[in-house]
């Protein structure tokens, strides 16, 4: 029965409060929905008495990025469908060292959850972080591939294996509700001018939430107007909603890790 809005707004708050800015909106992604979704200003959903929800949150301090996702499965009933994601994360980590290809990770991903009877989602992926970045160009994938990069000591990854009872990757919803800056063009309204200048002071190139906006910028008409332009001109980008394809049930597990010399330490338990 808990509002997903206050669960949100209730991290980001506790992140605020430990001196800390969020490094993206936190996302509550329940059942079939994989990632990208997180409430919008005003919603009324409620967790209900059965469910997968996963919620993934990152922290970002002096340009420093976090992120790490679970999952909760509130019926008692996918409890091997969050193991899955949780043993293919420990699986990668523990294998992770300088010299090991990006391409192995990904197979052991796909061989834990795939010997769980499950499908790992093969078009979400782990990521390189840098300083700022929360996406830095690497991506780890989550099923067994050729990418020859090699990891290297000081590097830092969020490893993020996703499990899935349905088909094994993910769509494009039509419901947006995460940005972030993309490429700089002319715009015309005054408004998206004004938003533009809150986003570069405050979020960077860090993905942001359309309620953030609000709260800086009340009028809805105004604040979707604005953002639309934006779009338009490509200078936000948006990241739609993800759901499985097949509409199967999802966990996901991730973790930060820096890669040491003989391995890796995880920065985010």
Known sequence: GEPLLDIAETIEKMTAEQGCKSAFPVNISINDIAAHYTPETGCEAVLGETGLVKIDLGITLNGAIADT?????LGDENGKLVEASERALENAIAAIKPGVRIGEIGGIIEETITGYGFKPISNLTGHKIETGLLHAGVEIPNIKSNDPYEFKSGEIFAVEPFATTGAGYVEDQEQVEI??????????????????????????TLPFAERWIRKEFPSKLLVSAALKELLESHFIKGYPVLRDAGKGLVSQAEHTIL???????????
Request: net charge neutral.
């Open 259 to 269: 890669v040491t010399e003989d391995g890796s330490e995880t920065l985010t338990k």
């Open 179 to 204: 940005f972030s800056l993309y490429a700089p063009a002319a715009v015309r309204m005054r408004q998206s001018r004004k938003i533009v200048e809150h986003v570069i002071m405050n979020y960077g």
């Open 69 to 73: 996702a679970y999952s909760v499965d």
